[in-house]
């Protein structure tokens, strides 16, 4: 039977994050493995700079890159101990132009930069990754995408080389290859979009 965690925690709030990083080594007493994947991204109209308030690119960045960065920082004690390592999640918008809103794209870009700069500031110890999936099936996408999600997905499957968009055991098992393989990868960032952005 494992033990587990719950904590409710904004991750560009710090003093939340110092509390949830106390919390979990007074509960578990180690850290092995921190995944930064809490994110956020903006409304705005695709073009047009006046529609996109500087409160939503801030909201963004703080969530995305000053969270990740927050977290990771409050985990690394923890993490020395047990020469443990990091995945963050980034995302192909993060390596290449792409339809999303700007500041997600952006910050995206930050967290690939963001990844390999820790990689080199915390090895040996601790080993640094991230995650690029492209385009994703699931809630997430439904809730941007509205009524034209299943048709947009529907054509990015099609513009796949593999034919399918990424799901989350994708994601997971990609992840998962991080954390207990490739012990001499760091500072990597793994694209999983089944081609998607080498044919398009």
Known sequence: SAKTLVVKCDVADEPAVRAMLSQIKER????DVLINN????ASWKPKDLETLSLEEWDRVFAVNVRGLFQVTRAAVPMLKETKGCIVNTASIVGL????????YAASKAAVVN????LAWNLGPEIRVNAVAPGWMEGDWMKRMLKDKYEDLM????????????VTADDV??????LVEGNRFVTGEIIVIDGGFTAST
């Open 28 to 31: 578990f007493g180690r850290l």
């Open 38 to 41: 809490a994110g956020t991204t």
């Open 96 to 103: 290449r132009p792409g339809p999303q809103p700007l500041p």
């Open 114 to 117: 963001l990844t390999k700069t």
């Open 154 to 165: 529907g054509k990015r499957a099609k513009a796949t080389p593999l034919k399918r968009v």
């Open 172 to 177: 997971a098992e990609t992840m998962m290859s």
